[in-house]
């Protein structure tokens, strides 16, 4: 798993450890399709979801960047 600079910025700036994103990708609650062929992969992580953006490269998981998502819009976000 490789991670962008803009998805090691974004860890640095929300406080997120690499090992939580590891762990959302590698065993996810939720994976949906996103724009360009990447995919969203969101776990439950107390009262919101990890959400981690990953783009794939051959044998190669990149992630594009990673932010935390209210359990709420999880069924708006589901719906379209």
């Known amino acids: 798993m490789v991670f962008t600079k803009h998805a090691l910025e974004k860890l640095a700036e929300r406080q997120i450890e ?3 994103v590891e762990s959302c990708v590698e065993n996810p609650d939720f994976i949906f399709p996103e724009e360009e062929g990447k995919k969203a992969y969101l776990k439950v992580m107390g009262k919101n979801y990890l959400k981690v953006i990953v783009a794939e490269n051959e044998n190669e998981l990149i992630v594009v960047t990673v932010y935390w998502f ?3 819009r999880l069924k708006r976000y589901n719906s379209n």
Do not use: H, R, V
Request: charged share 50%; aromatic share 0%.
């Open 18 to 20: 690499k090992k939580l």
């Open 70 to 72: 209210a359990k709420t």
